[in-house]
């Protein structure tokens, strides 16, 4: 979670699917409730879950990139420079695109 959110204010979207819903994971959050806000969600409603989109995004540009990843580092290297270019601009467009 210290990666995650280095300064303790980030927000994890909980969909309540199956695998979100263990125990172990259920204790994680518990644990580390005073690191992050969860927001709760409808279940099973990726159209509604900009985060979706992103991975997609991400996934898709990651996929684009050659040479692919010799290891976990350049793996995790490259996910952040994704992440940290695509996420602001792509989730904002996002977010205005759903109705309010």
Known sequence: MAFL????????????????????VLECFEEHTYEFHLMSWPPNWPDLNPMEHIWNAMERQLRAQTPPCPNISTLRDRCLDIWYNLFPVMYQKLMTSIPR
């Open 5 to 24: 959110f280095p300064t303790g204010n980030g927000v994890i979207q909980q969909d309540n699917a199956p695998c979100h819903k263990a125990r172990i």
